[in-house]
């Protein structure tokens, strides 16, 4: 199965088949490629309405790197959701022809509860039995933030069932959205950041007033921001996933990284070993929307997860061809 996740600031892809039926129910899918290209699909869409023929040529290039890949493994079924920028564009009807004609294949443009849905999915599946219920899932993008809350899954299918899920609601703050509309310095000012504050506060606590948010016992957070907060603490040499994945982050490990990489101009963020150089000039606003979920929340640690909305669309590859 292949599973694409089109957002705001990258497009990914994973191929993955089906664990052996005698793995158990918690087994969990087969890597056979995990790529990712940062296309920034959603470049000045927040202040024009539109998707830039730029992005959307960077966006068709690595989609035909991706399809010559899945012909080449002879892929069974293939998926590919488009998440926030896709959602938002005036001009989506020309993503949804370059889709079709690079991929062959129909892009879902999801809702933002799917999204949330696809994402709890994908995080949830593969935790520990010591992992505290109910979680709080937060999928920090580019172009917004999903917050769901939900325990482990009861049902014996692949995906997570709706009774599994109590609440899901998607806000339109991102990495990319804040950095565009504040954080223009380099590095951006004190009141840049303020700035920024104010209206991820404000949004983070409309979320946690839908979503029983503050009741969770663990907060999971997916997503390249999250991910690479946690690189950062860890003091990681190099991007490791097999070292990010299910890591404990303390609320003061998270507030650090965050303050060091506000105070840093791009060019400084790059040297940080594990930093990929599409993040550079957007993660601070990622870390400082995670820092912000953890202090509104009350939470005191975060759980970083490698396995997302990516996961989540393979899973359901994999329910529908049972």
């Known amino acids: 199965m292949a599973a694409i996740d089109c957002g705001t600031n990258s497009i990914r892809l994973l191929v993955a088949d089906l664990p052996d039926q005698s793995a158990g129910p918690d087994a969990g899918l087969v890597d056979v490629v995990r790529r990712m290209e940062i296309v920034r699909l959603g470049q000045d869409l927040d202040r024009t309405g539109w998707l830039a023929p730029e992005a959307l040529e960077r966006t068709r290039q690595a989609l035909i790197g991706y399809a010559t890949r899945i012909e080449s493994l002879g892929v069974a079924r293939v998926r590919m959701c488009a998440t926030s920028a896709s959602r938002d564009a ?4 020309e993503f ?6 690079t991929l062959g294949v129909e892009p879902e ?5 799917e999204e949330a849905r696809l994402s ?32 482990r899954p009861t049902g014996g299918g692949a995906a997570v069932s709706a009774a599994d899920v109590d609440a899901a609601v998607s806000v339109d703050v991102g990495c990319v959205r804040m950095s565009e509309r504040h954080l223009h310095g380099d ?48 003091g990681l040499p190099e991007y490791r996933a097999d070292r990010i994945h299910h890591a404990r982050l303390s609320y003061a490990e998270v507030a650090k ?24 000039d957007v993660i601070g ?23 997302d909305i990516l996961d989540g669309i393979a899973w359901s590859l994999a329910q529908t061809s049972g």
């Open 90 to 93: 005036q001009n989506a009807g």
């Open 96 to 101: 949804r022809s370059m889709v079709v004609d």
């Open 109 to 113: 443009v999801v809702t933002g509860d």
């Open 120 to 151: 709890f999915t994908g995080a949830v599946r593969g935790l520990g039995a010591d992992v505290a219920e109910p979680y709080l899932v937060v999928d920090i993008g580019g172009g917004s933030t999903e917050f769901v809350v939900g325990g």
């Open 187 to 234: 590095p951006p000012t004190p009141e840049q950041v303020a700035a920024a504050e104010v209206e991820i506060i404000a949004v983070v606590d409309r979320a946690l007033s839908a979503v029983p948010g503050r009741e969770a016992a663990t907060l999971i957070g997916v997503a390249g921001s999250v991910t690479t907060v946690a690189g950062i603490a860890l």
């Open 257 to 280: 990284v965050t303050a060091d990489l506000l105070a840093r101009s791009v060019a400084e963020r790059l040297t940080i070993p594990v930093m990929h150089p599409g993040r550079a």
């Open 285 to 307: 606003a990622g870390a400082l929307i995670l820092r912000i979920i953890m202090e509104r929340a009350g939470m005191t640690s975060v759980i970083a997860s490698e396995h």
